[in-house]
C-alpha cells in the first residue's frame, strides 16, 4: 500500500500477483459522464492544510518508478488513472468517461475532455500512448509496474479523446490493471523528474519533495475534480513508529497509518478511528516440497484446526482484522462464496487426525521476515499446543522473497497475500501455474487449470464461478493455513473528515476539514 | 606549549619538527586509506551476504525474469571478485553510483544531508562541553559535600539511560504534554533542541565524569600544592592548573566524541525523523540501497578519521610530553 502502510514491506511483500474483480461487467458499460465527485470547482475552496503521517512515503515522486506500493498515498492525489475504484471495489470512471470492449483483446476508451496537466497542457490520447509505451519501454525503473499490467502490449491513438488499449490476450481485469497506471504529462517524460517538472491531473500539485522525509502538495485549482476542503498538504515519513504516535498525539500530525495496535488503542480515546479493510489475507504456506507429511491433506487440516482464529485476530493482528471464512478472498469480491466455513478450533480433534495420519514427531519451522515476528510466533504456539515442534525462521526480506517466490527450505511460510492493488484472485498469483522449478505451495492441477481459465474468462459468471470452485478446493484440501483477513488502521484528528477511498487510500480531494 | 611559538624555538628545531610533522602527516592520511579500505572491504561484502537487493527492486510482483533483468542492470550478476574490483575503482573516482530507488548520485545524497548532521554534532559537543566541563568542576571542587555526591549520581544516571528512552522521554514532557517543541523534523533552531538534548545528555555525563576525575586527580599533586603555597587563589588553582591539567584527556575524548556522535547519530536520527545521514543510513540498509550505504559509510569513515587526526594535532599542541615522544 501506500505512504501509509507500515505494510510497506507488508503490502508490497504481498502484493503477489495480479488480479481481478466482478468490475468488468460494470466496466464493459462504462460510466459517470461528469466525474464523480467532482464538484468542478463550482463551490468555494476553503483554505485548510493537513500532515499525514506515515512511516514511510513514496520512494519517488515519478510515479511510474516508484519501487513498491508505499507511495500509492501520494500517486492518487497528484494523478489520475484512466479508471479507477470506488471505495466498494467498483470500477468508476475518472480520466476516461467511457469504455466498451471492441473484441476480446481491445478495449477502447473516451477521454474526458478539459482536463489539464499542472504544466497547463491539455490532456489527450497521446498522453495515454506516450504513458504506456514509457512504462512498456523495458526499462527496469518500470519493472514493478510492468508486473501488474499482465497482456497489455500497446495504446493505438483513435482520435484525440479516443484510445484503444491492446492486449496480447483476452483480459478480464484489463481495467483494474488501468487503475496502476497514473498518467503523468508526456512533457516530462525522458527528462529529469524533479519538483519542478513533475506534472499530473491530479487535484494537487507538488510544491516540495525531500526524499524520504516529505512531499508538499497545494491544490490544483484547476483540476477537473479540485479539493474544495484541503489546501495544502504534507505526507511525512516519521520511521519511528513511537515518535508517530507521540506526533499525531501532539497535534503535528493530523493522520497516521503505520502505528503499531497498541499504540493506535492508547490514541483511540483523542483521536478517531478507521479501519478499513487491508485486502490481503494473513496465512501460512504449507509446503510438501520441504516436508513430505504435508502432502497429507488429514496433516493439513490438523493444522488448521489447531489455530483459534478469534484469539489470532484479537492477539496476532491486534483486534484489527476479521476471522477469515476459510478462503482467501473477503466478501464483496468477485468468487466470494458464502457458503464456505472457516476451520474449527477444536485442538484435540487436531491430534486425533494427526494420529489417525500416522504422524509422530512432526517438526514444522515457521519462515517469515522480521515484521511478522510476533504473529509467527503466535502460530508456533498453536502448533505445539497439539504437539508439533515448531519455531520462528526469521530472513532479510530479499532473503525471503527469494524463500516466497521461489524455493522454501521450511515447511511453513508465513505471509499476508494481498489483493487490494487488482481487487481480484488474479492478485494471488502465488498458488496459480509457476514457472518450471519454481516450487509449489499448492498442489492441486484442477486448481492451477480453474486460475488459468481466471485469467481470460471474460463471462463474469463463469469467472465468479471458476473462483468459487478453487476457493473450495483450497479449502476443502485446507491447501493453506488460513489466519485472518487484516484491516488497516488510521488514526486521525477528529476535525478531519477522513473519507476513505478505493484501494483503502487517502483520497484528499475528498477529505473534508472543519474550520 | 609556547615553546613551539616561538621564532627561536622553531629556528632551533626547525628541521626535525618538520620532519616530524611530515610523517605524522603521512601516518594519517596511510591511517585514512587503510581504515576507509578497511571498512569498505567488509560493508561490501557483508552487504552482498545479506541478500539480493534485485529482488527488492524488482517488488514482490516481479517475475524471475524481471528480477534477473534488474540484477544485470544493477550488475549484480558478475562474479563477486569483479564487482569488488569494480567497486574499488568507482570508490577510487569517488564514484558510488546511483541510489538504485532515487537514481540520484550516492555521494551527493549523503553530502546534501551532511551538514545536518554535522550541525546536530557539533552543537552537541559544544553545549556538552559547556555544560559538562563547569558541573565536572564542581563536581571535583565538592566531590566530599551533597552537592559533589549528587552530580555523580545524576552523571551516573544520565550515562545509563539509553538514547532511545531518553529521547522518548524528552519527546512525550516537552513535545507532547508541555507543546514546547516541536515532536519531529529539522530544518529551524528549535527542531534541533530535542536530538541535542538527548544526545548531549550521555556526553555531558561523560565529559562531568572525566573533568571531575582529572581535576582531583590534579588536585591531588603538588603542583597545586606549591601553587596555593604560593599565594594563588583556591579558585585560580582549580580553574587555571587543575582544570589545565584535565584537559588533555578531555581533549583525547571530546575528539572521539565527535566521531561518535556523527557515526551513533542514528538512532536519535530516526527518532526525531531529522534529516541528517543518520536516518539515511537506516533507512537505506533496509531498503538494500547499497550505494547510498557504501556512500554514507565512505563519507563516515573519512570524517571518523579526519576527526581523529585533528584531536591528535590538538594533543599534540596541548601535551609537550607527546611532542618529545615524536
Not at chain 1, 499448492?442 to 478453487?470: G, H, S
Not at chain 2, 528480477?67 to 571478485?81: A, K
Request: with cysteine.
Amino acid at each position: 500500500m501506500p505512504d501509509f502502510t507500515p505494510t510497506l514491506t507488508r503490502r508490497g511483500l504481498m502484493g503477489l500477483g495480479l488480479g481481478a474483480v466482478a468490475a468488468w461487467t460494470l466496466a464493459s458499460c462504462g460510466t459517470d459522464d461528469d466525474g464523480g465527485s467532482g464538484s468542478g470547482g463550482g463551490a468555494a475552496l476553503s483554505a485548510a492544510a493537513i500532515t499525514l503521517g506515515s512511516t514511510a512515503i513514496t520512494s519517488a515522486i515519478d510515479p511510474h518508478a516508484a519501487t513498491s506500493n508505499v507511495g500509492r498515498t501520494y500517486a492518487i492525489n497528484v494523478f489520475d488513472s484512466l479508471v479507477d475504484f470506488d471505495g466498494d471495489g467498483r470500477i468508476v470512471a475518472s480520466l476516461a468517461t467511457d469504455w466498451t470492449r471492441v473484441d476480446e483483446t481491445t478495449l477502447e476508451l473516451t477521454l474526458r475532455e478539459g482536463v489539464t496537466f499542472h504544466s497547463g497542457a491539455a490532456f489527450d490520447a497521446q498522453a495515454v500512448k506516450a504513458n504506456v509505451e514509457r512504462i512498456l519501454s523495458g526499462d527496469p525503473a518500470y519493472s514493478l509496474l510492468v508486473g501488474r499490467l499482465g497482456p497489455i502490449s500497446k495504446v493505438e491513438v483513435v482520435d484525440a479523446r479516443t484510445v484503444r488499449v491492446i492486449t496480447s490476450a483476452p483480459d478480464p481485469i484489463l481495467l483494474n490493471r488501468l487503475t496502476m497506471i497514473d498518467i503523468v504529462d508526456p512533457a516530462t517524460i525522458g527528462k529529469e523528474v524533479t519538483v519542478e517538472t513533475i506534472s499530473g491531473t491530479g487535484p494537487f500539485k507538488v510544491v516540495g519533495y525531500k526524499p524520504d522525509q516529505e512531499v508538499r502538495l497545494e491544490r490544483y485549482a484547476d483540476a477537473w475534480q479540485p479539493s474544495e476542503s484541503i489546501a495544502t498538504a504534507t505526507l511525512v515519513a516519521i520511521s519511528d513508529p513511537s515518535s508517530l504516535a507521540i506526533a499525531v498525539r501532539a497535534g503535528e500530525v493530523d493522520t497516521a497509518f503505520g502505528l503499531a495496535p497498541d499504540q493506535v488503542a492508547q490514541l483511540q480515546g483523542t483521536l478517531d478511528l478507521e479501519t478499513p479493510s487491508a485486502g490481503s489475507c494473513a496465512i501460512c504456506s504449507l509446503i510438501p516440497d520441504a516436508e513430505p507429511a504435508l502432502a497429507d491433506p488429514r496433516v493439513r487440516r490438523a493444522l488448521n484446526m489447531a489455530i483459534n482464529h478469534e484469539e489470532f485476530v484479537e492477539v496476532g493482528l491486534g483486534g484489527y482484522g476479521e476471522v477469515s471464512t476459510g478462503q482467501l478472498l473477503q466478501p464483496g469480491y468477485l468468487g466470494y462464496d458464502d457458503s464456505l466455513e472457516g476451520f474449527p478450533y477444536d485442538p484435540d480433534g487436531a491430534k486425533e487426525l494427526l494420529a489417525e495420519a500416522g504422524v509422530t514427531d512432526l517438526e514444522l519451522p515457521i519462515v517469515t521476515t522480521a515484521f511478522f515476528k510476533a504473529q509467527a510466533e503466535i502460530v508456533v504456539g498453536y502448533l505445539e499446543a497439539i504437539g508439533v515442534k515448531s519455531r520462528v525462521e526469521l530472513q532479510d526480506l530479499s532473503a525471503f522473497l527469494g524463500t516466497l517466490l521461489s524455493k522454501s527450505e521450511f515447511p511453513l511460510v508465513y505471509w499476508q497475500t494481498d489483493y487490494f492493488d487488482l481487487q481480484d484472485i488474479l492478485s494471488v498469483t502465488r498458488f496459480g501455474p509457476q514457472q518450471p522449478g519454481t516450487q509449489l505451495h499448492f498442489e492441486n492441477p484442477r486448481y492451477a487449470e480453474l486460475y488459468q481459465e481466471a485469467t481470460v474468462e471474460l463471462d463474469d459468471d463463469k469467472r465468479a464461478a471458476a473462483i468459487k470452485e478453487m476457493a473450495g478446493l483450497l479449502n476443502e484440501e485446507a491447501g493453506v493455513l488460513f489466519l485472518g483477513w487484516p484491516k488497516l488502521a488510521y488514526v486521525h484528528a477528529r476535525d478531519v473528515d477522513l473519507l476513505l477511498g478505493g484501494e483503502s487510500l487517502i483520497n484528499l480531494q475528498k477529505v473534508v476539514r472543519s474550520a | 606549549m609556547s615553546d613551539l611559538a616561538t621564532p627561536e624555538a622553531v629556528g632551533t628545531r626547525g628541521p626535525t619538527a618538520a620532519g616530524g610533522v611530515l610523517r605524522s602527516a603521512l601516518v594519517w592520511v596511510l591511517r585514512l586509506l587503510v581504515v576507509t579500505l578497511g571498512i569498505l572491504t567488509i560493508l561490501f561484502f557483508l552487504l552482498r551476504l545479506s541478500g539480493d537487493p534485485a529482488a527488492v527492486v524488482a517488488g514482490a510482483g516481479a517475475t524471475d525474469a524481471q528480477v534477473e533483468q534488474v540484477r544485470v542492470s544493477l550488475g549484480l550478476d558478475q562474479p563477486l571478485l569483479t564487482q569488488y574490483a569494480q567497486f574499488l575503482a568507482d570508490t577510487a573516482r569517488l564514484d558510488f553510483g546511483s541510489s538504485l530507488l532515487t537514481d540520484q548520485p550516492a555521494l551527493g545524497m549523503v553530502l546534501d544531508r551532511m551538514p545536518a548532521t554535522l550541525l546536530l554534532a557539533a552543537i552537541t559537543i559544544v553545549v556538552s562541553t559547556l555544560i559538562g566541563v563547569p558541573l565536572g568542576v564542581l563536581a571535583a571542587a565538592r566531590h566530599r559535600r551533597t552537592t559533589g555526591r549528587l552530580l555523580s549520581l545524576l552523571a551516573a544516571l544520565l550515562q545509563a539511560v539509553p538514547s532511545f528512552l531518553l529521547g522518548i522521554l524528552l519527546l512525550l514532557v516537552l513535545g507532547l504534554h508541555l507543546g514546547w517543541l516541536p515532536t519531529y523534523g529539522s530544518g529551524t533552531p528549535v527542531h534541533l533542541v530535542l536530538p541535542v538534548a538527548t544526545l548531549a545528555a550521555i556526553t555531558i555525563a561523560r565529559i562531568v565524569r572525566l573533568t571531575r576525575s582529572g581535576v582531583l586527580q590534579a588536585l591531588g599533586q603538588e603542583f597545586t600544592g606549591a601553587a596555593l603555597a604560593r599565594g594563588a587563589t583556591r579558585r585560580r588553582v582549580l580553574w587555571n592548573h587543575a582544570l589545565r591539567n584535565a584537559l588533555v584527556p578531555l581533549t583525547a575524548f571530546v575528539t572521539i566524541e565527535v566521531a561518535h556522535l556523527i557515526s551513533g547519530a542514528v538512532i536519535v536520527e530516526s527518532l526525531f525523523a531529522y534529516d541528517g545521514v543518520g536516518r539515511q543510513l537506516v533507512d537505506s540498509i533496509f531498503r538494500r540501497d547499497y550505494p547510498v550505504v557504501q556512500a554514507t559509510v565512505f563519507v563516515i569513515a573519512v570524517l571518523v578519521v579526519l576527526i581523529s587526526a585533528a584531536g591528535d594535532l590538538l594533543l599534540h599542541r596541548l601535551d609537550p610530553r607527546m611532542r618529545r615522544e615524536a
